[in-house]
Structures are given as C-alpha cells and as structure tokens.
C-alpha cells in the first residue's frame, strides 16, 4: 500500500481560495498519476483533475479555469489551488494516487482519506 496524507480543506467564502494538498509515501519508487476526486453527500465520488507524471494535467469541465492542479514527481506530492470557488464545490475531496504496473497492464489506485472544504454563500 502507499499512504496517501491529504491536508488542507476547511470552510472558506465563495469567490475565496483555497489549497488542498497530498503527499504520497509507501515502497513504490514511481507513481504514475496523482489526482483528486470530490463526493458531495449522497453521490459517487467525481472526478475533478489529474497530472501525470510527466505534467499533463487535465480538469473536469467543473472546475477549468478555477483550479489549478501540480505535482512534484521527485517528492510524490500534488497540489491542488481552488479559486473562485463556489458553494457547489463544497464535498468531501479526496486524492488519488494511480500506480500502473506496465508488464501486466495492473492498476492500483490509492485514496487519501479525504477532506471537507465548505463554500459558504
């Protein structure tokens, strides 16, 4: 397993910032994929974005434009900048770290515990 610390989140007012971050540890040297999900109460968790290892970073039409997601490869941390947030952002936000054995074509997937940010009007 890959431990997976997620820290930030809280209660923040719309329009106002906020960043979220993971840092992931465990015996694996690479990790392919570091991204972050969110869960608002009685729904599946969706996906907000993702960065490769090599950066490319893709967002959900949700949140383009207003968050910005990086990662530091060397140390196996992304980071997650929300702005302009809204009250419909307010969920439960969890990182997610993707390790994918090549050879077999296995993919493990690693959850942080999660985070609550909440948008206040």
């Known amino acids: 397993q890959v431990p997976v610390v997620e820290s930030g989140g809280g209660l923040v007012q719309a329009g106002g910032s906020m960043r979220l971050s993971c840092a992931a540890s465990g015996t694996f040297s690479s990790i392919d994929l570091m991204g972050w999900f969110r869960q608002f109460p009685g729904n599946q968790r969706e996906w907000v974005a993702d960065?490769?290892?090599?950066?490319?970073?893709e967002y959900s039409d949700a949140v383009k434009g207003r968050f910005s997601l990086s990662r530091d490869s060397a140390k196996n941390t992304a980071d997650l900048q929300m702005n302009s947030l809204k009250p419909e952002d307010t969920a439960v936000y969890y990182c997610?770290?993707?390790?994918?054995?090549?050879?077999?074509?296995?993919?493990?997937?690693?959850w942080g515990q999660g985070t609550q940010v909440t948008v206040s009007s």
């Open positions: 960065i490769s290892r090599s950066g490319r970073v």
């Open positions: 997610n770290v993707v390790v994918l054995i090549l050879v077999n074509g296995t993919r493990y997937d690693y």
